[in-house]
C-alpha cells in the first residue's frame, strides 16, 4: 500500500464490499506466507554475529548497574561510561563530550563525523535516566541485569537504556567497520527524561550548534506491538498529544450542615464535572491517525477493521468514528479530551462546605489550538467556577510524514519483520521528543522493541525485554543509521 494522500471516501457501499472481500482475501494468503516465513527467515534476517550481540550486552548491563534515578544523581556516571566506550572504539575524545546540566545530572553527546560536512546532522535519541524501583517491589534486583528464559530483567530494560545501548553499540559497530556516514549523525543520550526534561532544552538552547539536526530519530517510543505474542504492527511514533491540567475552584461561606440548603460549592462543583463528562470534542483526524488507522485495519478483522478504513477516508466516516470513540485508546487518537481526575472538597461531615476543587486533565490533539481547549473548560465550568490553569499546555507540531521516508523505514522493517505493516502512532505521553519538535527538528520513534499492550512494565516491577528481541531491535538499529547516513 502506498504512502501518500488519503483515498476518496466512496459513496457505492457495494463496491467497497467487493473491494473489502477481495483485499481481505490477499489479506489472509498474506498472513499465512508471512507466519510461514516469519518461523523460517527469523533467524536469516537477523543474523548478529556473537561478538556484536555481547558487545550490546555488555552496554546494556553497565547501564543498567548503575543506578540513575533523580535521587541518585548518576547519570553523570552513566554518561561518562558511554563517552568511554566511544573513545576506546576510535571516536576522537572532542567529538564525545559528557556535558552536565548540574553535577547530578548529566548527557552525552557524540558525533560521528560525515564526509559532507554541509549535509544536515541527524539527530539518534535515548534517554539514561530512569524511574526508581524498589529491590523490596521486584521479584529481582532491578540493578543488576539478569538474563533468565530468555529476558533481561532490570530498570530501564525498555525505558529507555536498552534504546542508550543500541546506539551506543550501533556506533561502536559502524566506526570499528570502517563505515562513515555522508552527513554527521549524533548520539544525545539525556539525563532527565522521566522527571524534568531540562536536558533536552538546555541542549536545545544553549548547545544547539551541538544537537541542531535535519531530523531525529528517537529510541523512546514506538515500537512493535504483540497480539498474542507475535509482532503484528511496526509503530513509528511521530506526534505527542499536548498535556495541560486546569482547576475548578467554588467557594462559599459554609454554615451548619443542619441548614441544609439546594446549592453549596459541592453541587456547583459536581455539575460543572457533569457538564464536561458529557463533552466531546470535536473529531480531528490528524495524518498520523489517519495512517495509523489505515494501517491497523490490516491486521484487525470484522467491524473494527471496517471502521478503521472508513475512518481513514477523506472525509471520515462519522459513524464509524463514533463506534471506534468507544473505545477509550481510539477515543484518544481521534480527538482532544479532558476528564477529571481529582477531587477535593469539604472540611467537617457536618458542615456546609466552603470550597470544592477538581482537576480537569485535557490531552490536546498536536497540531490544535491550545486556547479554544481553555475557553471550552471555562464555558463548561460555568458561572461561579474560578478556572485557574495548573499546567500550561506547550504546543508541539507533529512531525511531517514524507513518503519517502516512511518507504525506507518500512523496507527496514519488512527485511526484518516480514508481513508485518508499518504505522505511524501518536504518543498519548511525554518524550524529549516533543522539545526537538518544539526546536523545529522533525523527530521519529521507531524503538523496534516489542510492546505487549496486555504486559506493560516500563515504570512498573520487574521490567525486563525479551533478550532475542533486543538484539532484534539493535540489528534494525544498526541498519537504519547505516542507510539514513549513507543517504537511502
Ligand atoms: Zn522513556
Redesign the pocket.
Known amino acids: 500500500m502506498p504512502w501518500g494522500e488519503p483515498r476518496q471516501a466512496r459513496p457505492i457501499v457495494c463496491t467497497r464490499g467487493i473491494l473489502h472481500a477481495i483485499d481481505s482475501m490477499r489479506r489472509s494468503v498474506i498472513a499465512g506466507v508471512a507466519a510461514l516465513l516469519w518461523t523460517a527467515v527469523s533467524v536469516a534476517v537477523h543474523g548478529q554475529a556473537g561478538p556484536e550481540r555481547a558487545v550490546a550486552r555488555e552496554i546494556l548491563r553497565e547501564l543498567i548497574e548503575i543506578p540513575t534515578t533523580a535521587d541518585d544523581g548518576a547519570t553523570p556516571r552513566a554518561a561518562q561510561a558511554m563517552a568511554d566506550r566511544l573513545v576506546a572504539a576510535g571516536f576522537p575524545r572532542d567529538d564525545v563530550r559528557v556535558l552536565n546540566l548540574n553535577p547530578r545530572v548529566g548527557s552525552l553527546v557524540a558525533r560521528f563525523r560525515g564526509s559532507e560536512p554541509n549535509r544536515p546532522p541527524i539527530l539518534l535519541m535515548a ?1 539514561i535516566d530512569v524511574v526508581p524501583a524498589l529491590r523490596a517491589d521486584w521479584s529481582v534486583d532491578p540493578w543488576v541485569l539478569l538474563e533468565r528464559d530468555g529476558w533481561f530483567y532490570g530498570r530501564g530494560t525498555t ?2 537504556k536498552a ?1 542508550a545501548a543500541m546506539l551506543v553499540a550501533s556506533f561502536v559497530r559502524l566506526k570499528r567497520e570502517g563505515w562513515r556516514p555522508r552527513g554527521d549523525i549524533i548520539i544525545a543520550l539525556t539525563g532527565d ?2 522527571t524534568t526534561q531540562d536536558s533536552i532544552k538546555w541542549l536545545l538552547k544553549e548547545h544547539r550548534p551541538l544537537v541542531s539536526a535535519g531530523f531525529a530519530l528517537n529510541t ?2 514506538g515500537g512493535i506491538i504483540l497480539k498474542n505474542g507475535k509482532p503484528s504492527l511496526f509503530t513509528v511514533q511521530a506526534s505527542e498529544k499536548i498535556y495541560a491540567d486546569y482547576q475548578l475552584e467554588v467557594t462559599d461561606v459554609g454554615g451548619h450542615s443542619s441548614l441544609a440548603r439546594p446549592d453549596n460549592p459541592i453541587y456547583t462543583l459536581a455539575a460543572a464535572l457533569q457538564r464536561i463528562a458529557g463533552h466531546q470534542f470535536p473529531l480531528n483526524v490528524t495524518e498520523t491517525a489517519r495512517l495509523f488507522f489505515e494501517r491497523s485495519a490490516l491486521v484487525e478483522t470484522g467491524q473494527v477493521a471496517a471502521d478503521m478504513r472508513a475512518v481513514s477516508l477523506s472525509p471520515p466516516d462519522a459513524s464509524a468514528a463514533a463506534r471506534l470513540s468507544t473505545q477509550p485508546f481510539y477515543n484518544a487518537r481521534l480527538r482532544t479530551t479532558c476528564v477529571a481526575t481529582r477531587v477535593d472538597a469539604g472540611h467537617a461531615n457536618n458542615a456546609l462546605p466552603q470550597s470544592a476543587r477538581a482537576v480537569v486533565n485535557c490531552r490536546i490533539l498536536p497540531g490544535e489550538a491550545t486556547a479554544p481547549v481553555e475557553a471550552a473548560v471555562r464555558r463548561l465550568a460555568g458561572d461561579g467556577v474560578k478556572v485557574t490553569v495548573l499546567y500550561p499546555p506547550t504546543a508541539s507540531p507533529p512531525s511531517p510524514l514524507p513518503a519517502p521516508l516512511l518507504n525506507t523505514l518500512e523496507r527496514l522493517a519488512a527485511a526484518q519483520w516480514p508481513g508485518v505493516p508499518l504505522a505511524p502512532v501518536m504518543e498519548a505521553g511525554a ?1 524529549d521528543g516533543m522539545y526537538t519538535r518544539l526546536a523545529g527538528i522533525p523527530t521519529y520513534a521507531p524503538s523496534a522493541l516489542p510492546e505487549d499492550p496486555d504486559d506493560v512494565r ?1 515504570h512498573g516491577r520487574d521490567e525486563r525485554v525479551g533478550v532475542e528481541a533486543f538484539y532484534q531491535a539493535t540489528e534494525f538499529w544498526y541498519r537504519m543509521i547505516k542507510t539514513f547516513g549513507e543517504d537511502r
Open positions: 534517554h525505558d529507555n534504546g527524561e522521566e523512546d517510543s518524550t516500563a
